[in-house]
């Protein structure tokens, strides 16, 4: 038992999930995360956490008298740096149930977690906790990394006053979108290589170790709607989603275009979809009419499992697809 587990209130358990407890985790998180009893819940949490071609999901559960009343699930992620594959993991979701908060579920079940993890030999953990919960991933080793470049680019001057009036959470659901196609579609009739990875800006740089059945995984997925918007023989990735009064086209992934291509495209993308704004990670481009996020883009925290020092800020080469929450 870890140490994590023994600071649990006596009649607390951990242990790690079986396929037996999904019912019971789904029914958690309705209770604990405000899901609603739409399928499209269930069906998300089965696609990132059994379908992942990195691997299914490590999770913990904690239990009191056989009853699930905690959880913690990490999303397998693997990198490539200087030709050797790195393998991490995604602090994602994490559930308590309202009886049992401020017991230390959180701390415990990821300490338990990450115990197993460093045994597992995974190199590292990531994620881009929001104000509220990262001074507790700080408390439990975390390190701060810095906020990712990010830029936006504005449809129009009301689109533009929208937007700024709509720094708030996004919606979890993508808007429905026409241009372009479905990935899964466009990436059926392409014959770009399996390698989808972007230019390394240096040569220790951090990349997702990207593939066609990673980029099949992480895009064809119906559920969010991502499209492909051609360009020659390559394509920026994006979806839509609702942020306060605004409608965000968000850029996640370019393939076979460099970042001046890809801005070209999101640009006619924008105009057409509709939307006020288009956000992507990077540094802004005024030429292109990408300038500063307001207030910084997400804020990277970095955990290390095994003797690893911190990567800089600049040494990750990550997009919107590598670090968007879905």
């Known amino acids: 038992m870890s140490d994590g587990a023994r600071r649990l209130p006596q009649g607390l358990e951990i242990r790690a999930a079986t396929p037996d407890d999904r019912p019971a985790i789904i029914e958690l998180c309705r209770i604990s995360l405000g899901w609603d009893d739409d399928p499209r819940f269930e069906q998300l949490y089965a696609w990132k956490h059994d379908d992942n071609p990195f691997g299914a999901s490590p999770t913990w559960v904690a239990t009191d008298a056989g009853r699930i009343v905690g959880l913690r699930a990490f999303l397998r992620w693997e990198f490539i740096r200087n030709g050797q594959v790195l393998r991490a993991v995604r602090a994602v979701d994490t559930a308590t149930h309202p009886h049992y908060q401020g017991k230390g579920l959180f701390t415990a079940l990821t300490m338990h977690g990450l115990a197993e993890l460093a045994a597992d030999g995974v190199d590292f953990v990531f994620n881009t906790p929001n104000d509220k919960s990262r001074p507790g991933y700080l408390k439990m080793g975390w390190h701060e990394v810095g906020r990712f470049p990010s830029a936006m680019r504005f449809a129009g001057p009301l689109s533009a006053l929208a937007s700024v009036r709509s720094r708030t959470a996004s919606g979890h659901w993508s808007l429905p979108l026409t241009i372009g196609e479905p990935f899964d579609a466009w990436l059926d009739h392409t014959e770009h290589s399996d390698d989808a990875r972007p230019m390394p800006t240096a040569a220790d740089a951090l990349t997702t170790n990207v593939g066609r059945r990673f980029l099949l995984w992480r895009y064809g997925n119906a559920l969010l709607g991502y499209r492909a918007v051609p360009q020659g023989r390559g394509a920026v ?24 291509q890809a801005d070209d495209v999101a640009a006619k993308a924008l105009k057409q979809s509709g939307c006020n704004h288009c956000m992507r990670t990077g540094p802004p481009r005024v030429r292109s009419g990408f300038l500063p996020l307001p207030g910084g883009g997400p804020m990277l925290t970095f955990r290390a499992l095994k003797s690893m020092t911190k990567p800089a800020l600049g040494d990750w080469q990550l997009g919107m697809g590598d670090i968007e929450l879905f």
């Open 237 to 260: 990735i994006v979806r839509a989603r609702r942020r306060g009064l605004a409608d965000e086209l968000v850029l996640l992934h370019a393939i076979d275009l460099s970042m001046v």
